[in-house]
């Protein structure tokens, strides 16, 4: 997917067998998205982060499926617990 969308960036957390590293414990990951969602500004490069926080810090995100509401499948939803 990332080959095929000319500009985009990709942000890999190291060691995480998950396709979302949004929260996952990474202040390296979570600054690119955030600086992303924010104002739109990409890395420089595809970026390779570690992880850095405690486990506890990194479970405050919780994913959670729902059926769609439009009965097309799945929808998923970020949940920060403070």
């Given at each position: 997917m990332h080959r095929s969308l000319t500009g985009s960036r990709l942000v890999t957390l190291k060691n995480?067998?998950?396709h979302g590293v949004y929260f996952a414990g990474s202040a390296c990951a979570d600054s690119a998205v955030n600086r992303y969602l924010l104002d739109g500004t990409?890395?420089?490069t595809n970026l390779t982060c570690t992880r850095d926080r405690t486990t506890a810090a990194a479970s405050r995100a919780v994913w959670s499926?729902?059926?769609s509401s439009a009965g097309s499948g799945e929808r998923h939803r970020l949940r920060v617990i403070p």
């Open positions: 995480a067998f998950q990409l890395p420089a499926t729902a059926p």
